[in-house]
């Protein structure tokens, strides 16, 4: 992979909820306009290799994203979403070759209803993976990629009757609920897409083992409809044993289970109301368990631990000098003395209580990174922890809607990709006069180090070089040093010998007419209708005039 890196940095911006910061635009393609990941903490002596996978969403235009580590965009991957949720998006295998996966869909109150993607190193969409058994679709809180990339463990969440005076008699508080929410999983083969083993909360975890009441948190549901089914379990994150035991996530159980992988009983139970350990920690409200080892009777795994959700405080007993803020958390497991201790924990520097969502991953050089859910932060710690891990990395996202967007978790992975699609590029020059000014850049390339423009004054050619730069961001701009007006420009992509990674489509160059060609937003009103203006000075292209019309800068004037 070939990075641009700084040198370590700290960048003073601070995360201030209604503070705004605009959205990225980029000329040579407007239709993108991610939130820009403000860095605030960037070590770089410290960090693991690999990019910043999030996927923002409660925003004006949800998408799955790569950014580097300084922050620069590499990947929006917006057109593969078509204006629904993106969730969980991460490096995964496939085939022996590395694939991106993540569930998109329709976000629904708590959960979603979607289909798991995964594309190759171009982009392409080679697997969609949907539920089985009749089931409903799939859901966003896990679509996790297993053995080799042959299966998948996903979740589903469904809506069944509920009958309390059987389920729960002489329970006042569930008197009126006649439907329930229950949490599922599937493990699915990515070939046949047939579903390999199934488990359903309701077939082995009674109601009475909730923390959720019904009508009491936003995702909780009242239980009086079908729509508004009570989530007693609200399942969130599955992962599986070596031995084909699984080990699930409830949140609204507080509790993470164990479950046979031949007939879907609970093995064991840690935290919440019915824990099998003795336990000197415990969580609430946790998200993405994950199993890191197991030795004989030693279990180690890890979750990120809540500490609260929408509705509910932190509650139960801490470790002494702990404070209730979420944390990522490592955690040993005694199955034969059934006892329970916390390893090692990971708060971030700002100590925040980020009441729903969250992820703890391990990273190849031992270093942690945490996401932080419905706070659109992401931490990278180093390997020394017991609750004062060194910050190697913090940032955050914003845009225009900062106050409500999350991001359900957020990973580091190296990749390398080179797009089916062509690099964009757009150029202007302010008269026939007057040197271009180009703009390009190719969503989602990784390995792109310089851009090579060539000009002509005929669209089928002949071209000529006219000037070769580094890459700078996701898009570079650059002019040449001397020469003439020039009609029509390819952009091309060199690699770090210079080889030819990818080509842009013939450009025509863009020139307004003379009365808009010093326009702004101030000077000549937002309702100026740029297609029918004055004569252009020099010929354009419909798509470029087009371009014009919705310039991706609100007000910005073009200079050469």
Same mark, same amino acid.
Not at 52 to 75: C, E, K, R, Y
Not at 272 to 292: C, E, I, L, P, W
Not at 472 to 481: N, R
């Given at each position: 992979?070939?990075?641009?890196?700084?040198?370590?940095?700290?960048?003073? @911006?601070?995360? %201030?909820? #209604?503070?705004?910061?605009?959205?990225?635009?980029?000329?040579?393609?407007?239709?993108? &306009?991610?939130?820009?990941? %403000?860095?605030?903490?960037?070590?770089?002596?410290?960090?693991?290799?690999?990019?910043?996978?999030?996927?923002?969403?409660?925003?004006?235009?949800?998408?799955?994203?790569?950014?580097?580590?300084?922050?620069?965009?590499?990947?929006?991957?917006?057109?593969?979403?078509?204006?629904?949720?993106?969730?969980?998006?991460?490096?995964?295998?496939?085939?022996? @070759?590395?694939?991106?996966?993540?569930?998109?869909?329709?976000?629904?109150?708590?959960?979603?209803?979607?289909?798991?993607?995964?594309?190759?190193?171009?982009?392409?969409?080679?697997?969609? %993976?949907?539920?089985?058994?009749?089931?409903? *679709?799939?859901?966003?809180?896990?679509?996790?990629?297993?053995?080799?990339? !042959?299966?998948?463990?996903? !979740?589903?969440? $469904?809506?069944?009757?509920?009958?309390?005076?059987?389920?729960?008699?002489?329970?006042?508080?569930?008197?009126?609920? !006649?439907? =329930?929410?229950?949490?599922?999983?599937?493990?699915?083969?990515?070939?046949?897409?047939?579903?390999?083993?199934?488990?359903?909360?309701?077939?082995?975890?009674?109601?009475?083992?909730?923390?959720?009441?019904?009508?009491?948190?936003?995702?909780?549901?009242?239980?009086?409809?079908?729509?508004?089914?009570?989530?007693?379990?609200?399942?969130?994150?599955?992962?599986?044993?070596?031995?084909?035991?699984?080990?699930?996530?409830?949140?609204?159980?507080?509790?993470?289970?164990?479950?046979?992988?031949?007939?879907?009983?609970?093995?064991?139970?840690?935290?919440?109301?019915?824990?099998?350990?003795?336990?000197?920690?415990?969580?609430?409200?946790?998200?993405?368990?994950?199993?890191?080892?197991?030795?004989?009777?030693?279990?180690?795994?890890?979750?990120?631990?809540?500490?609260?959700?929408?509705?509910?405080?932190?509650?139960?007993?801490?470790?002494?000098?702990?404070?209730?803020?979420?944390?990522?958390?490592?955690?040993?497991?005694?199955?034969?003395?059934?006892? &329970?201790?916390?390893?090692?924990?990971?708060?971030?520097?700002?100590?925040? =209580?980020?009441?729903?969502?969250?992820?703890?991953?391990?990273?190849?050089?031992?270093?942690?990174?945490?996401?932080?859910?419905?706070? +659109?932060?992401?931490?990278?710690?180093?390997?020394?922890?017991?609750?004062?891990?060194?910050?190697?990395?913090? *940032?955050? =996202?914003?845009?225009?809607?900062?106050?409500?967007?999350?991001?359900?978790?957020?990973?580091?992975?190296?990749?390398?990709?080179?797009?089916?699609?062509?690099?964009?590029?757009?150029?202007?020059?302010?008269?026939?006069?007057? /040197?271009?000014?180009?703009?390009?850049?190719?969503? #989602?390339?990784?390995?792109?180090?310089?851009?090579?423009?060539?000009?002509?004054?005929?669209?089928?050619? +002949?071209?000529?070089? %006219?000037?070769?730069?580094? $890459? $700078?961001?996701?898009? @570079?701009?650059?002019?040449?040093?001397?020469?003439?007006?020039?009609?029509?420009?390819?952009?091309?992509? /060199?690699?770090?010998?210079?080889?030819? =990674?990818?080509?842009? *489509?013939?450009?025509?160059?863009?020139?307004?007419?003379?009365?808009?060609?010093?326009? @702004?937003?101030?000077?000549?009103?937002?309702?100026?209708?740029?297609?029918?203006?004055?004569?252009?000075?020099?010929?354009?292209?419909?798509? *470029?005039?087009?371009?014009?019309?919705?310039?991706?800068?609100?007000?910005?004037?073009?200079?050469?």
């Amino acid at each position: 992979m070939a990075f641009r890196v700084l040198l370590s940095i700290t960048v003073l @911006t601070k995360f %201030v909820p #209604g503070v705004l910061a605009q959205v990225q635009h980029f000329y040579s393609n407007p239709t993108l &306009a991610p939130p820009t990941l %403000v860095v605030e903490t960037f070590n770089r002596s410290l960090v693991d290799n690999g990019y910043i996978f999030m996927t923002p969403f409660q925003d004006s235009q949800p998408s799955p994203l790569i950014f580097h580590s300084d922050g620069t965009l590499v990947w929006d991957g917006r057109a593969y979403v078509d204006g629904l949720q993106g969730h969980d998006l991460t490096v995964c295998d496939y085939n022996e @070759t590395s694939h991106l996966c993540f569930m998109y869909g329709i976000q629904e109150n708590g959960y979603a209803r979607g289909y798991g993607i995964v594309l190759d190193q171009t982009y392409t969409q080679v697997l969609n %993976v949907t539920s089985g058994n009749d089931q409903p *679709a799939l859901d966003q809180h896990e679509f996790f990629v297993k053995e080799n990339g !042959t299966t998948v463990l996903a !979740t589903i969440y $469904k809506q069944i009757p509920f009958d309390a005076a059987t389920s729960a008699p002489g329970n006042t508080a569930l008197e009126n609920v !006649t439907w =329930l929410q229950a949490g599922i999983f599937q493990q699915i083969d990515l070939v046949t897409n047939n579903v390999l083993f199934e488990w359903q909360s309701s077939d082995f975890v009674p109601v009475s083992a909730s923390y959720v009441l019904p009508g009491t948190t936003d995702t909780s549901g009242n239980g009086l409809s079908a729509n508004t089914a009570w989530d007693y379990f609200h399942i969130n994150s599955v992962d599986m044993f070596e031995n084909g035991d699984y080990l699930v996530s409830s949140r609204h159980t507080k509790t993470v289970y164990r479950i046979n992988g031949t007939d879907g009983s609970v093995i064991w139970q840690l935290n919440g109301r019915t824990s099998d350990f003795t336990q000197d920690f415990t969580f609430d409200f946790q998200h993405n368990a994950r199993v890191r080892s197991e030795n004989g009777s030693t279990v180690i795994i890890s979750i990120y631990d809540n500490g609260s959700d929408d509705s509910l405080p932190a509650t139960g007993q801490r470790k002494p000098g702990y404070e209730p803020y979420s944390a990522g958390k490592v955690l040993s497991l005694d199955t034969a003395a059934n006892t &329970a201790t916390l390893l090692d924990w990971y708060v971030s520097p700002d100590k925040q =209580l980020s009441t729903s969502q969250g992820d703890l991953q391990y990273l190849p050089n031992g270093n942690k990174f945490m996401g932080m859910g419905n706070l +659109p932060f992401a931490v990278e710690f180093t390997d020394n922890s017991t609750g004062n891990a060194t910050i190697a990395y913090y *940032a955050h =996202l914003e845009d225009d809607n900062t106050d409500t967007f999350s991001s359900y978790r957020n990973f580091k992975f190296e990749w390398i990709a080179q797009p089916v699609a062509p690099p964009d590029l757009f150029v202007y020059a302010q008269n026939c006069s007057t /040197r271009p000014v180009f703009y390009t850049s190719w969503n #989602g390339a990784t390995e792109v180090e310089s851009w090579r423009f060539q000009t002509s004054n005929e669209s089928t050619g +002949p071209f000529s070089p %006219v000037a070769t730069v580094v $890459k $700078k961001g996701f898009e @570079t701009s650059t002019t040449v040093a001397a020469g003439e007006f020039s009609l029509f420009t390819i952009a091309e992509a /060199r690699g770090a010998f210079g080889e030819l =990674l990818g080509a842009s *489509a013939v450009v025509q160059t863009f020139v307004p007419a003379t009365s808009i060609a010093n326009c @702004t937003s101030a000077s000549c009103g937002p309702a100026l209708n740029y297609t029918t203006a004055a004569t252009m000075d020099c010929p354009v292209t419909q798509s *470029a005039r087009r371009r014009y019309n919705n310039p991706p800068m609100n007000g910005h004037h073009f200079t050469a």
